[in-house]
């Protein structure tokens, strides 16, 4: 069992930067792979970024690619998210979830088992 909280969502204004920090429990965080994605009002949950367990592998949506950084520290059992230069379109509720495999689909969310509660994120224009 993994239980996953989120924080440092707010307020900030577009062009500014934000991190996300995702904390988990349990002992065996190290093999998790652990993903954010958001939704925003009236939108499907979105895949934005994951990181194996061991950090060696990442991956990014196009929309992020280049502004967001996922990165973790298993000896703290956390998992950030530094985004930078943000858009009113990243404007959203910002969840982590844990997977247990790591597969081809990992932009998928039915390929991951926990999930925290989420996080505002709101980027004013």
């Known amino acids: 069992q993994v239980q996953l909280v989120e924080s440092g969502g707010g307020l900030v204004q577009a062009g500014g930067s934000l991190s996300l920090s995702c904390a988990a429990s349990g002992r065996t965080f190290s093999s998790y792979h652990v993903g954010w994605f958001r939704q925003a009002p009236g939108k499907e949950r979105e895949f934005a970024a994951v990181i194996s367990g061991g950090g060696g592998r990442r991956l990014y949506a196009d929309s992020v690619k280049g502004r967001f950084t996922i990165s973790r520290d298993n000896a703290k059992n956390l998992v950030y998210l530094q985004m930078n230069s943000l858009k009113p379109e990243d404007t959203a509720v910002y969840y982590c979830?844990?997977?247990?495999?790591?597969?081809?689909?990992?932009?998928?969310?039915?390929?991951?088992?926990?999930w925290g509660q989420g996080t505002q994120v709101t980027v004013s224009s």
């Open positions: 979830a844990a997977a247990a495999s790591w597969s081809g689909r990992m932009y998928e969310r039915l390929n991951y088992d926990y």
